[in-house]
């Protein structure tokens, strides 16, 4: 039995993934950003949707549910209990430590919240990936749309927590931006800038960034770095409290 994984970018810059149990047959969908885009790359590899696991209610990430469960009437609908209300359609509202199954596959639900109030991500924890939306990206993580930038942090720290080479899949191809930004935090940090370089090769080439892996992003992403000496000298705050740095380092993103 093996876990497969397909991602696609749909509509503009966002990224579709399909994650699929060949011992079971059983199919995900991460995210329903386009229903066409998902289908067609379901029909590609020869596998039916079964579930569909939604991270947060931003319409480029749920827009497609209606599409999906025309094509695929028995398809199981996960998503955030605290915004299930706001996506419809959903057949499962899931809450930290809730288990999300695809066939024989099992993530665990992990609360985000910072760039929506109810965001969560999936942890398959045995198969090493996780599923973080718009929580975390490659360099970067997700404006703080509905929460104070320290419940952002927090819900980074989490995802930091995972094992450093956990597969993260995100929701947006964002990473060469994203890396400019970060140089302009630590313009020294070697890691970094010959990541940089592998990036804008990949993207010159139309080739993905995604997925990156904790451990990439904890020596490269200055969102999580933001308890780093080097990185608090550089944004002019040394010793203060970790949320506090990374509060500034969103705004200047913001502000990028
Ligand atoms: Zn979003
Ligand atoms: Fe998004």
Known sequence: MTTYVRQFICLKDNYGVLLHDSATGATAAIDAPDGEAVIAAADAAGWSLTDCLLTHHHAD????????????????????AKEAGRI???????????????????AKVIETPGHTAGHIAYWFEEDEIAFVGDTLFALGC??????????LWESLLKLAALP?????????????????????????????????????ALRALGKPTLPTTIAAELATNPFLRAEEPSVQAAIGMP????AAAFAEIRARKDRF
């Open 61 to 80: 990430h749920v827009q497609g549910v209606p599409a999906l469960k025309a094509r695929y009437p028995d398809l199981r609908v996960c998503a955030p």
């Open 88 to 106: 419809g359609g959903v057949d499962r509202p899931l809450s930290e430590g809730d288990y999300a199954r695809v066939g024989r596959l099992a």
């Open 164 to 200: 450093g080479s956990t597969q993260v899949y995100c929701g947006h191809e964002y990473t060469e931006a994203n890396a400019r930004f970060a140089l302009t935090i630590e313009p020294d940090n070697a890691v970094l800038k010959a990541r940089a370089a592998e990036i804008a």
């Open 239 to 242: 010793g203060v409290d970790p």
């Open 142 to 151: 997700g404006r703080a749309f509905e929460a104070p930038p320290a419940v």
